[in-house]
T-cell receptor, first 109, second 114 residues
Framework: GQNIDQPTEMTATEGAIVQINCTYQTSGFNGLFWYQQHAGEAPTFLSYNVLDGLEEKGRFSSFLSRSKGYSYLLLKELQMKDSASYLCAVMDSNYQLIWGAGTKLIIKP | DAMVIQNPRYQVTQFGKPVTLSCSQTLNHNVMYWYQQKSSQAPKLLFHYYDKDFNNEADTPDNFQSRRPNTSFCFLDIRSPGLGDAAMYLC?????????????FGPGTRLTVL
């Protein structure tokens, strides 16, 4: 079967750095996406990785290792507005997105 | 601004009473998706269209149907809603179906079944 694993919940402090991990087992791989979802709202796109390595976009970075079936999302200089769920999704060989259940990130002052 | 619009934002229906959710897009994207998302769970893909080519996920219940009359609009029909169908329903679009085609989501319709 296809599976995406992420921690259910994480807590971090305003101004700090947090790393949210994602491991996956899918039938084929055509890229990995990270989305942010605030409570009661729709997901919004953060990043896309298809090659190994780190993609940096402002305070957010995303890393991929295809051989390990592993990705992480790194959030720097945390702000209260970063409190949200972060969803990892992998595009499989049929170009279907397989979604994780999301990691709820709680930011404390 | 180009966007994905869903109406209504909140829908209350009675057990067994049919309901239709609507989605429109001004992005001129080829692909449209309907997802069901329950609290603290991953979005579950119900249907997607590549242009007018309809794709039904294997485990989507027969109670759910969809229509895409043109490029801009897509509808989700729930023929006989049950209590287990209470969820957020998300419409999304993407320019194409492969590779680095991120999905753009509408704000969602939260369905309550009484």
């Amino acid at each position: 079967g296809q599976n995406i694993d992420q921690p259910t919940e994480m807590t971090a402090t305003e101004g700090a750095i947090v790393q949210i991990n994602c491991t996956y087992q899918t039938s084929g791989f055509n890229g990995l996406f990270w989305y942010q979802q605030h409570a009661g709202e729709a997901p919004t796109f953060l990043s896309y990785n298809v090659l190994d390595g780190l993609e940096e976009k402002g305070r957010f970075s995303s890393f991929l290792s295809r051989s390990k079936g592993y990705s992480y999302l790194l959030l720097k200089e945390l702000q209260m507005k970063d409190s949200a769920s972060y969803l990892c999704a992998v595009m499989d060989s049929n170009y279907q997105l397989i979604w994780g259940a999301g990691t709820k990130l709680i930011i404390k002052p | 601004d180009a966007m994905v619009i869903q109406n209504p934002r909140y829908q209350v229906t009675q057990f067994g009473k049919p309901v239709t959710l609507s989605c429109s897009q001004t992005l001129n994207h080829n692909v449209m998706y309907w997802y069901q998302q329950k609290s603290s769970q991953a979005p579950k893909l119900l249907f997607h269209y590549y242009d007018k080519d309809f794709n039904n996920e294997a485990d989507t219940p027969d109670n759910f149907q969809s229509r895409r009359p043109n490029t801009s609009f897509c509808f989700l029909d729930i023929r006989s809603p049950g209590l287990g169908d209470a969820a957020m329903y998300l419409c999304a679009t993407s320019r194409d179906s492969g590779g680095a085609n991120e999905q753009f989501f509408g704000p969602g319709t939260r369905l309550t079944v009484l």
